[in-house]
């Protein structure tokens, strides 16, 4: 556990200089520049966000051309009514919100599965406070079974962790 | 790590590190609610009751006791819908566009004023589902299979793309504030002590737990989400403002509506989230959080867009002039001469005339001034609505059919209620919810804390 975020970060850039593995940090707010750290790679949530709203974009001009061109083309104040490609200036505003509702929705549902964040699902972060002011760094001796434990215990008071616990986790 | 130049002011003032930032936004969560808050949600929520009463009424009675009538079929309605969603704009254009611009002093203001966004289109979309008469058949409004043949809506209508807009509108807020508020509550979850509030704080943060990965996906989820909301509220406005500018109504039918609504918009948004905001800080302590500095800076916001509705209304008025359109000439005489004429000038004062003080730095940094014209600000808007609606309706090409609209006990009943309804929900959010991002707050600690700033020159 450390008390700050910089020296949480400085500590895990020399621990895995060293060839410790990190399995995961717990922290009040995202620490920038951490992830390529601890080897995790970019989240590829903006190209969800696109294949979601070309999804919507497609979906709504397929349902105004039904509606409004094939199924029963309408005269409404002489507006052209028998081609997609005429009609398509006053289909924008549509295309454009279902678009964005499907991109916005979309994401925001795969965020939420991703994260195992759901209404009632349980939290696993270690320590309350960790959603307050403190940082947990967690390391498995699955990960690094070279390492002893009292080893380990060293290494990390000597990069500045402020309290460490030790924790037998039973192997699913 | 990220710099910020010494010249710049700090954001978080005094000598706070990351637990005081939880303590002092959660602190009023825990504590028992302040008197005043007991006095002020009960006459909020009576203000709120009667004006459900008012609804009731409506529906159950019908339209015509609202003052319409055959020339002017859109009155206070439709002005209280567009007021609302103006307002609505500013708690998407702080979180959104600001986030794309990377402006700190957003994190302090961010949380409520998209609750307030959301609240207010909540009121907004009120007034159309009641102007329909039977609001049991709403869902008319949507594409589905029917019993007429399947007689489709009319996707080149504008108040169709309303529905779109503002359905999409308000979903999308919704989630970009839950997404945002989610590792909040999951801090108050940790923090709280009693089982029940413990339960339902667990509920509501969805099993947050702060791992690395989950805050990467979420500072990329907040970037897209803002990427979409940014075009999402310009498009908002500008399609309420077609639902004027696409018709040949006199005084309606004008190219410039699109910007000159959005920035409207943008304008009595901010003056209602200073409304709120400057009694929010004092009741909750957050003086350290939301300072002068951020008040400033909104007022600031507020000349440029009272300065663009400004210009705004003298270009419309040089173009009813410039067209050489008899009718279009007429209805602009008729605004500031005929017999709608006080409300024409109350909405140059207050909008035009008024933000201009806060070119004063006394003015815009006193925060009693700024509490006062915000109000002036937000009634300016109310009458620029109900002067672009009523006063192009009630002389139209006809001479013979020219009348006069009179607002019942039931218009202003219901008017009156959304008010209440709003500072209701309001105040319960207030109350129970994070009021302020936490999360986002703590990462600009070290850049534009107060103390930090200080030692580091």
């Given at each position: 556990?450390?008390?700050?975020?910089h020296?949480?970060?400085?500590?895990?850039?020399?621990?895995?200089?060293?060839?410790?593995?990190?399995?995961?940090?717990?922290?009040?707010?995202?620490?920038h520049?951490?992830?390529?750290?601890?080897?995790?790679?970019?989240?590829?949530?903006?190209?969800?966000?696109?294949?979601?709203?070309?999804?919507?974009?497609?979906?709504?001009?397929?349902?105004?051309?039904?509606?409004?061109?094939?199924?029963?083309?309408?005269?409404?104040?002489?507006?052209?009514?028998?081609?997609?490609?005429?009609?398509?200036?006053?289909?924008?505003?549509?295309?454009?919100?279902?678009?964005?509702?499907?991109?916005?929705?979309?994401?925001?549902?795969?965020?939420?599965?991703?994260?195992?964040?759901?209404?009632?699902?349980?939290?696993?972060?270690?320590?309350?406070?960790?959603?307050?002011?403190?940082?947990?760094?967690?390391?498995?001796?699955?990960?690094?079974?070279?390492?002893?434990?009292?080893?380990?215990?060293?290494?990390?008071?000597?990069?500045?962790?402020?309290?460490?616990?030790?924790?037998?986790?039973?192997?699913? | 790590m990220h710099k910020e130049a010494a010249i710049r002011e700090p954001l978080i003032l005094g000598?706070k590190?990351?637990?005081?930032?939880?303590?002092?936004?959660?602190?009023?969560?825990?504590?028992?609610?302040?008197?005043?808050?007991?006095?002020?949600?009960?006459?909020?929520?009576?203000?709120?009751?009667?004006?459900?009463?008012?609804?009731?009424?409506?529906?159950?009675?019908?339209?015509?006791?609202?003052?319409?009538?055959?020339?002017?079929?859109?009155?206070?309605?439709?002005?209280?819908?567009?007021?609302?969603?103006?307002?609505?704009?500013?708690?998407?254009?702080?979180?959104?566009?600001l986030l794309l611009f990377r402006q700190k002093w957003r994190m302090a203001?961010?949380?409520?004023?998209?609750?307030?966004?959301?609240?207010?289109?909540?009121?907004?979309?009120?007034?159309?589902?009641?102007?329909?008469?039977?609001?049991?058949?709403?869902?008319?409004?949507?594409?589905?299979?029917?019993?007429?043949?399947?007689?489709?809506?009319?996707?080149?209508?504008?108040?169709?793309?309303?529905?779109?807009?503002?359905?999409?509108?308000?979903?999308?807020?919704?989630?970009?504030?839950?997404?945002?508020?989610?590792?909040?509550?999951?801090?108050?979850?940790?923090?709280?002590?009693?089982?029940?509030?413990?339960?339902?704080?667990?509920?509501?943060?969805?099993?947050?737990?702060?791992?690395?990965?989950?805050?990467?996906?979420?500072?990329?989820?907040?970037?897209?989400?803002?990427?979409?909301?940014?075009?999402?509220?310009?498009?908002?406005?500008?399609?309420?403002?077609?639902?004027?500018?696409?018709?040949?109504?006199?005084?309606?039918?004008?190219?410039?509506?699109?910007?000159?609504?959005?920035?409207?918009?943008?304008?009595?948004?901010?003056?209602?989230?200073?409304?709120?905001?400057?009694?929010?800080?004092?009741?909750?302590?957050?003086?350290n959080y939301?300072t002068i500095k951020h008040v400033e800076y909104?007022?600031i916001?507020?000349?440029?867009?009272?300065?663009?509705?400004?210009?705004?209304?003298?270009?419309?008025?040089?173009?009813?002039?410039?067209?050489?359109?008899?009718?279009?000439?007429?209805?602009?005489?008729?605004?500031?001469?005929?017999?709608?004429?006080?409300?024409?000038?109350?909405?140059?004062?207050?909008?035009?005339?008024?933000?201009?003080?806060?070119?004063?730095k006394?003015?815009?940094t006193?925060?009693?001034?700024?509490?006062?014209?915000?109000?002036?600000?937000?009634?300016?808007?109310?009458?620029?609505?109900?002067?672009?609606?009523?006063?192009?309706?009630?002389?139209?090409?006809?001479?013979?059919?020219?009348?006069?609209?009179?607002?019942?006990?039931?218009?202003?009943?219901?008017?009156?209620?959304?008010?209440?309804?709003?500072?209701?929900?309001?105040?319960?959010?207030?109350?129970?919810?994070?009021?302020?991002?936490?999360?986002e707050l703590?990462t600009i600690l070290k850049v534009s804390g107060e103390k930090y700033k200080r030692e580091d020159h």
């Amino acid at each position: 556990m450390f008390d700050d975020d910089h020296r949480l970060l400085e500590a895990a850039g020399d621990l895995v200089g060293q060839g410790i593995r990190v399995k995961e940090v717990y922290s009040p707010f995202p620490i920038h520049g951490l992830d390529p750290v601890i080897g995790i790679k970019r989240t590829r949530m903006a190209v969800v966000s696109f294949m979601f709203g070309l999804t919507g974009l497609s979906l709504a001009l397929l349902g105004m051309w039904y509606f409004m061109i094939q199924d029963w083309p309408m005269n409404i104040g002489g507006k052209p009514s028998f081609s997609l490609l005429e009609n398509v200036p006053s289909f924008i505003p549509v295309t454009f919100e279902f678009t964005v509702l499907c991109a916005a929705h979309g994401m925001a549902i795969t965020y939420m599965l991703r994260n195992g964040t759901l209404p009632g699902m349980p939290a696993v972060n270690p320590d309350p406070r960790t959603t307050d002011d403190k940082f947990v760094m967690e390391i498995t001796s699955e990960e690094n079974p070279t390492m002893t434990s009292e080893g380990l215990t060293s290494m990390l008071k000597g990069v500045g962790a402020i309290e460490i616990n030790e924790k037998e986790i039973a192997v699913k | 790590m990220h710099k910020e130049a010494a010249i710049r002011e700090p954001l978080i003032l005094g000598d706070k590190n990351y637990h005081d930032i939880t303590a002092d936004v959660v602190g009023p969560i825990e504590n028992k609610a302040p008197k005043a808050w007991y006095v002020l949600i009960t006459i909020a929520g009576l203000i709120a009751l009667w004006g459900l009463g008012c609804v009731v009424y409506l529906i159950s009675t019908g339209i015509g006791v609202w003052g319409l009538n055959k020339t002017v079929g859109w009155a206070w309605d439709i002005t209280n819908f567009v007021w609302w969603v103006g307002i609505g704009h500013a708690g998407t254009l702080i979180s959104a566009v600001l986030l794309l611009f990377r402006q700190k002093w957003r994190m302090a203001i961010n949380r409520s004023a998209e609750a307030m966004t959301i609240f207010a289109v909540m009121m907004a979309a009120l007034f159309p589902g009641i102007h329909m008469g039977r609001i049991w058949l709403a869902y008319w409004v949507l594409p589905l299979p029917n019993m007429f043949g399947s007689l489709w809506v009319n996707f080149n209508s504008p108040l169709l793309w309303d529905v779109f807009a503002i359905s999409t509108y308000f979903s999308v807020s919704l989630v970009f504030w839950y997404i945002g508020l989610i590792p909040d509550f999951a801090t108050i979850r940790d923090r709280m002590t009693n089982k029940t509030s413990k339960k339902i704080y667990g509920l509501l943060s969805f099993g947050w737990s702060g791992k690395a990965k989950q805050w990467t996906r979420f500072e990329e989820v907040s970037l897209v989400l803002a990427g979409l909301a940014t075009p999402l509220v310009f498009s908002v406005h500008s399609i309420v403002s077609m639902d004027f500018a696409t018709s040949v109504i006199p005084g309606w039918h004008t190219t410039i509506f699109p910007p000159y609504f959005v920035s409207g918009a943008v304008f009595s948004g901010f003056a209602m989230v200073l409304t709120l905001l400057l009694i929010m800080r004092k009741v909750m302590k957050l003086e350290n959080y939301i300072t002068i500095k951020h008040v400033e800076y909104m007022n600031i916001v507020i000349i440029v867009t009272g300065s663009i509705v400004g210009v705004a209304y003298i270009t419309e008025l040089f173009i009813s002039w410039y067209s050489g359109v008899e009718y279009e000439s007429y209805a602009f005489i008729n605004r500031f001469s005929g017999p709608y004429f006080w409300a024409y000038w109350a909405m140059m004062t207050c909008n035009v005339v008024s933000p201009q003080l806060f070119w004063f730095k006394k003015i815009r940094t006193s925060l009693m001034a700024t509490f006062a014209l915000s109000i002036v600000v937000n009634i300016g808007m109310w009458f620029e609505r109900f002067v672009i609606i009523v006063t192009s309706l009630h002389r139209d090409y006809v001479p013979s059919s020219w009348s006069m609209f009179y607002p019942t006990w039931v218009d202003i009943g219901i008017f009156i209620g959304t008010i209440g309804i709003f500072f209701t929900l309001f105040l319960l959010f207030a109350r129970f919810f994070p009021v302020l991002a936490l999360n986002e707050l703590k990462t600009i600690l070290k850049v534009s804390g107060e103390k930090y700033k200080r030692e580091d020159h």
